[in-house]
């Protein structure tokens, strides 16, 4: 999809209130839900957009570690990656820390580890977020 000003992009992404502190969020033809934990008003009937942020991140590098394994000749089978966030302790709300662990498939050599290293850090996800876009917030 073209945007107004030439720039290409995806489909909309739609968010809409379910209930209490849930929403629903349609992307394509694919649903998922977001809610809050109990401590903070929710009934933690999903995860919250937080952990779908950092679940975001990690799901990237996943998806680079396997095209890496694939491109040299390894299985995908086994590869895992683990995502953990600290929030910040100030102002404004936001997450302070992320580290992303991924544990490549046994047989990969410890040799190969920089390499997997260097791809999975230069996903699409990371690459945004040391280069943050431009978010505009429109009320219509």
């Known amino acids: 999809m ?3 000003d030439g720039r290409v992009g995806l489909d909309p992404i739609d968010v ?3 209930a209490g502190e849930a929403y ?4 394509r033809d694919h ?3 977001t809610d809050q934990p109990v401590d903070a008003g929710g009934a933690d009937t999903a995860p919250s957009p937080t952990e779908l942020f950092a679940a975001s991140l990690a799901a990237c590098v996943a998806f680079y570690a396997g095209r890496y394994l694939s491109r040299h000749g390894h299985g ?3 590869l895992a990656v683990t995502a953990s966030f600290e929030m910040a302790t100030d102002r404004p709300a936001r997450v302070a820390a992320i ?3 991924v544990r490549p498939p046994t047989d990969l050599s410890p040799e190969k580890w920089p390499a997997l290293r260097a791809v999975a850090s230069h996903c699409t996800v990371h690459n945004t977020l040391l280069n943050a876009p431009r978010i505009e917030v429109d009320i219509q």
């Open 76 to 78: 995908r089978a086994g």
């Open 99 to 101: 580290r992303i662990t």
């Open 31 to 33: 649903r998922l839900l």
């Open 24 to 27: 629903e969020i349609r992307i």
């Open 16 to 18: 809409r209130f379910q």
């Open 2 to 4: 073209t945007t107004t």
